[in-house]
Nanobody
Framework: VQLQASGGGLVQAGGSLTLSCAAS???????????MGWYRQAPGKQRELVGL???????VYGDSVKGRFTLSRNNYLRTVFLQMNSLEPEDTAVYYC???????????????WGQGTLVTVSS
């Protein structure tokens, strides 16, 4: 299983950016994708939750992004989207895609992580 993230980059404070992340595997290997979402890690800080969205579209956000960031997903495409508005310099971090995946060769869900995409917000 691979998580392929895209959409990071440089943006000015107050601007917007959209991240996307797609889960893929060898043919027929993915049975289901449960929670998908994003975590982030700023330099010198611990990784923190940005938000998670379940397969039935229930969403949980980290406190620091509530009201500014919006998660959505396309279950058919196994893709999660993060719309980030009103970006602040404090949002500068590496954003990691996350997914909880059930494969055909495991009896339980496993956690998978994307490679990380850098978001830089300039003041």
């Amino acid at each position: 299983v691979q998580l392929q993230a895209s959409g990071g980059g440089l943006v000015q404070a107050g601007g917007s950016l959209t991240l996307s992340c797609a889960a893929s595997g060898t043919s027929g290997s993915i049975s289901a994708v449960s929670d998908m979402g994003w975590y982030r890690q700023a330099p010198g800080k611990q990784r923190e939750l940005v938000g998670l969205i379940s397969s039935d579209l229930n969403v949980v956000y980290g406190d620091s992004v509530k009201g500014r960031f919006t998660l959505s997903r396309n279950n058919y495409l196994r893709t999660v989207f993060l719309q980030m508005n009103s970006l602040e310099p404090e949002d500068t971090a590496v954003y990691y895609c996350y997914a909880q995946v059930r494969t055909t060769y495991r009896s339980h869900d496993d956690d998978y992580w994307g490679q990380g995409t850098l978001v830089t917000v300039s003041s």
